[in-house]
């Protein structure tokens, strides 16, 4: 980049190529109008009207790397005239097509006017010193304006000529275009240098090297949203407004512009911001504006029907069209703002590979606007909500923000390690934190004895109340689903079981990820972001169930949803590991898992209570109708997922404002990732889920069992007790193996579980004999008590096998060493705690799976039973042979 150019020169430059960008990329965008009509024509669906809409996005994002880089190598001038006259070629040739593949072929060659941003770039960016790269591409970037233009103009042509006219004429005016920018531009003066000088340019291997870095990825992401949303809603706001509010396709356009123009001609001030102020400031502002708008965006029109004193009041919930459009000007206007601070990033970082790089960034958030639209026509089909493409944005801008919050943090800390001890929630607002502990040692009894019991109780008696939650919400299917076909939804017998399964599927592949979040992210932090996240399932079930209508595929996405609840458990119990000394873990963790399994029976007992009254009154939403033996009832399914939202709340904020950071508790993923070399941690894993697994499984699957094996019982009495069971006496399992040897009791608790399936088994019906209720709920409770109680006991085993095989391993070394192995010892068992956490989970998948599908093939669940008997014996096997028996190779 050079900043002796004269000033004529960079003008013309920075003019024609503004001129040429805003014209390419009216082209590009030119599907969003005449692509109603090809809709019409061909009678697309929505799925792939968004493919066509999409197509020229997909080809015109996936050229941008290869145009950047043509563009280092060969000056950005020659490149860009190549550009804009094949894309002239394809629009006039998309005139010629006569089926659906025919149009999609076409768009692509269309696409191409969409690399015209990453050569543009590149060559403007040679022109100006890098003090000024913010405004000025900025300005550049003002030709995003083109979409506004072709929703202003295109709709009138079409209505007059037809949508072969529009072709017709952006092609022409591109031809045009690519003429005047040849005559009036000249080569860029560091493509003149190197000519002159007879100096090559930069390899293509070489201009690929920048991209091994993770910092490029992380800025695409950010221009995924930006960018790509920007596109995608440009592309999709016609569609949007006819059908959510009935407008015509040229007021539609029209009104549709208006996000185009907030979202492009603010281009320039967004890099004059980033200029003045710093991208990074100018990105957080772009990420928490726009979650704010999309979050509002998402909400369906909804209609209310309060039960007053003098009669019912009726209203409803609906983003009229001017408010709607007045949010949309925001969301646009920001997003403008976030695309030209994206891209003052990469002249500053990567001033050598500003093609490369800025092709690589574009080539992603062109996909954004490839992917997007096409994602949004599937949720219309899917969802049958208009609002749910707002819905996706909202995630990904919280995607988007997370990681840049933590990319700063982690930057900063870095640059200046003293950083890792102040708290930096906010990096303008860093300040020292009480609420770190920089100093923690719970084996010091003189310190245990004078603050540290008192702080780990705190911890733990938040982190409580917090998992009960979280296994409140991930079980409330267990309860949910039996009720389901009695309000009016028709699903089969094994989508049923599907909904009770998936929570646990979900819950157990997060607590792979919640495992390894505690020491990166810190035990506060994390307890409050995981407990905060329950409120996404919890408000969205609650609307989900009131209407009977509402697709299964929605229900699956929300059961899935759930699983936040179950992947807290990993990372809470890895948590509270850190605070207790070792004599002391087992009933530390015992009491954390036991009285937060409390959540399984405590959702069994509560939702059927709750369900039988209005609670929340007219905020809560009508009841719905229950017909049993010809006798109507209201129930207010809803409030099974409403009545958890405020305790939720209340305890993200204690735990936000009363738990504890352990500074010393840190490592990377990469520290802990040595769990996986360690052989007791599989071996463990695999007997966790003979007692876990089982415990939740069983409580998943328990009430639709009962239902289906014993129909005269009502299994909302009864369901809760199991869970309750297991629960109450986990800690005594952990109490157990603390006096007794984790081992021992963990045997003898396999060896009792197995007799108990083989007695549930003897006690259900079978060849038509009606069984026996009594005999198999008491062999079920047997099994609760069991699994209760193993799962203390193993939890025990963990934090003693890692100390062992760590201080073994350290034997005869220095104090120093010795030290070091427990502190490794520590992190390594809080790691297995949470990874064997997460594989056990599982079972609330398998076992009501199980049952689903024995039952599907054999029309009874016996051979389930016998599948978890055969498990059992492999429980005990390993059990002895590796810690139990005398000479055991680890006893514990």
Known sequence: MVSNASTSLQTRALTASTLAFTVCFAVWTIFSIIGLQIQNDLQLSETAFGLLLGTPILSGSLVRLLLGICSDIYGGRIVYLLVMVTAAIATLLLTTAQSYIMYLLAALGVGVAGGSFAVGIAYVSRWFPAEKQGAVLGIFGLGNIGAAVTKFVAPFVMVAYGWHAVAQVWAGVLLLTAAIFWLTTEDDPSLKTRQAAHIKGVSFMAQLQPLKNIQVWRFSLYYFFVFGGFVALALWLPRYMMGAYGFEIKTAGMLAAIYSIFASSFRALGGWLADRFGARTIMYWTFIVAAACTFVLSYPPTDYTVHGIKGDINFAFAIQPVWFISIMAVLGLFMSFGMAAVYKHIPVYYPNNVGSVGGAVGMVGGLGGFLLPLTFGMLNDLTNLWSSCFMLLFVLVMIALTWMHFAIIRSERSAVPGLAEISTDLPELSHPSSLVLNDWNPEDKKFWEASGKRIAARNLWISIPALLLAFAVWMVWSVVVINLPNIGFTYTTNQLFWLAALPGLSGATLRIFYSFMVPIFGGRRWTSISTGSLLIPAIWIGFAVQNPETPYLLMVVLALLCGFGGGNFASSMANISFFYPQAQKGTALGLNAGLGNLGVSTVQFVVPWVIAMSVFGPLGGEPQTWIKDGVGQSVWLQNAAFIWVPFILATTLAAWFGMNDIASAKASFKEQAVIFKRKHNWLMCWLYTGTFGSFIGYSA??????????????????????????????????????????????????????????????????????????????????????????????????PVIFMTERLRAAEDQAEEFINQARRNAAKESAAVLGFSSAVAAYGAFFIPKSYGTSISLTGAPDAAFYCFIGFYLSCIGITWWYYARKNAPMPC
Do not use: C, Y
Not at 732 to 753: E, I, P, S, Y
Not at 771 to 786: E, K
């Open 701 to 798: 699957g328990f009430p639709m069992l009962i239902k289906i094996l014993f129909p005269e019982q009502n299994p909302t009495q009864f369901a809760f007790l199991g869970p309750l069971v297991g629960a109450l006496s986990r800690p005594v399992g952990g109490w157990l193996a603390d006096k007794l040897g984790g081992a021992r009791v963990t045997l003898w608790n396999f060896l009792v579980m197995t007799a108990a399936v083989f007695g549930v088994l003897h006690f259900m019906p079978h060849d038509g004999t009606a069984g026996s209720f009594a005999g198999f709920f008491m062999m079920f409770m047997l099994l609760f008590l069991t699994t209760g109680i193993g799962n203390g006991s193993t939890f025990r085993m963990i």
